[in-house]
T-cell receptor
Framework: GESVGLHLPTLSVQEGDNSIINCAYS??????FIWYKQESGKGPQFIID?????DKRQGQRVTVLLNKTVKHLSLQIAATQPGDSAVYFC????????????FGTGTRLTIIP | DGGITQSPKYLFRKEGQNVTLSCEQN?????MYWYRQDPGQGLRLIYY???????QKGDIAEGYSVSREKKESFPLTVTSAQKNPTAFYLC??????????????FGQGTRLTVV
């Protein structure tokens, strides 16, 4: 549903600590998931993706976990740095042939020096 | 360099006027998208297009129109019927998922202010 009137959840983490950002999705037909990072006034940037046939994928300092049973996605950022401060969105796409890409509400991550 | 370009970055219009936002990509992507973002909120899908000459309504299409006459271009018109048009508009593109899903690449956005 729409998120009009709702403001982003926030998460504050001490620099150097690990952070976990969560995302719930509702469409059981979704089979491809993406995490994006958005800095103020800019377009979202790709971080990492995962397909529905996987439950974990690792990148540089980031790990995405997918639990299809409870329709839950998480992004773990290790050893956070000030540059990690941004808004993080998960996005989902359905089966092949349907290009509709839907975004979650987003979480504002603030790294405390 | 390959990429997706939105222009202009800032746009001001008087209430009641239609306005068209430009989005061009040279990535040879089939799918293109328009999203609206309000301050402190997420991205809401306005329209998307999977292929030239075809497009589908997203979740908040009322008051907007699009065209997809060329693969590279997906302009968005904000019409006078859109009751609250002031927002940050984001365009994106991705390879059509005929074989494998891939991420969407975003432009830098157009901030539209209607006065």
């Amino acid at each position: 549903g729409e998120s009009v009137g709702l403001h982003l959840p926030t998460l504050s983490v001490q620099e150097g600590d690990n952070s976990i950002i969560n995302c719930a999705y509702s469409n059981s037909a979704s089979d491809y998931f993406i995490w994006y990072k958005q800095e103020s006034g800019k377009g979202p940037q790709f971080i990492i993706d995962i397909r529905s046939n996987m439950d974990k994928r690792q990148g540089q300092r980031v790990t995405v976990l997918l639990n299809k049973t409870v329709k839950h996605l998480s992004l773990q950022i290790a050893a956070t740095q000030p540059g990690d401060s941004a808004v993080y969105f998960c996005a989902e796409k359905e089966d092949f042939g349907n290009e509709k890409l839907t975004f979650g509400t987003g979480t504002r991550l603030t790294i405390i020096p | 360099d390959g990429g997706i370009t939105q222009s202009p970055k800032y746009l001001f219009r008087k209430e009641g006027q239609n306005v068209t936002l430009s989005c061009e990509q040279n990535l040879n992507h089939d799918a293109m998208y328009w999203y609206r973002q309000d301050p402190g909120q997420g991205l809401r899908l306005i329209y998307y297009s999977q292929i030239v000459n075809d497009f589908q309504k997203g979740d908040i299409a009322e008051g907007y129109s699009v065209s997809r006459e060329k693969k590279e271009s997906f302009p968005l018109t904000v019409t006078s019927a859109q009751k609250n048009p002031t927002a940050f508009y984001l365009c994106a593109s991705s390879i059509e998922a005929g074989v494998v899903n891939t991420e969407a690449f975003f432009g830098q956005g157009t901030r539209l202010t209607v006065v």
